[in-house]
């Protein structure tokens, strides 16, 4: 009797990793055959798509940059983000008529990117801020970046208008591979 239930395991065992592994095998990737148990401390997320090869480069980023102290985290951040927007302005491939537009809402961009560098010159390395403090910081980069927003909004309309429908959907998503 525990011969049949054991070999019922070791089946219902194969046919679980079998289509675990042919996928491991398409994607060129060991670690869905590999993946251990998921701990609740190391950032990952149990969510559909946060598998993606994307996330898993920003996860890694985000860790790295959890070890840092507040003023470089802060400045790494804006880094990210105007590495970002270098990125997604060369892959448009904008036109001479395009190029205006474009940076107008750059400036827009960079004008939010100079309030959030004297919030972030404000943060005190190795302070423990407490809940009080981390609310009153969350708060003013969050005004900011609303009132950043708001600013941009108008040549963000503009630039997306004079696109092509090729460069509207990289717009829309210019991290999606093909």
């Known amino acids: ?27 060129g990737d060991l670690r869905y055959a590999q993946a251990g148990p998921m701990r609740a401390d190391s950032g990952d997320h149990a969510m559909p798509g946060h598998d993606r090869p994307e996330m898993r480069g920003w996860r890694m980023m985000r860790r790295m940059m ?32 395009q190029q205006p537009l474009w940076d107008k809402a750059q400036s827009a961009a960079q004008t939010e990117e100079q309030k ?11 302070a423990e801020p407490t809940m009080l403090d981390r609310m009153d910081r969350m ?3 969050l005004s900011a970046r609303l009132e950043g927003l708001q600013a941009a909004k108008p040549a963000v309309q503009a630039l997306y208008l004079a696109l092509t429908p090729e460069q509207q959907a990289i717009f829309n998503r210019p991290f999606r591979r093909p």
Request: include cysteine; proline fraction near 4%.
């Open 116 to 126: 959030e560098r004297q919030l972030c010159a404000s943060l005190k390395p190795g």
């Open 139 to 141: 708060q003013q980069f």
């Open 1 to 27: 009797m525990n011969r049949t239930l054991l070999a019922a395991s070791l089946v219902a065992t194969v046919a679980i990793a079998v289509p675990l592994l042919a996928r491991a095998a398409d994607d």
């Open 66 to 97: 959890m070890r840092q102290d507040p003023q470089e985290r802060c400045a790494d951040r804006l880094a990210w983000r105007a590495a970002r927007r270098a990125y997604v302005e060369a892959k448009l491939n904008l036109t001479a008529q």
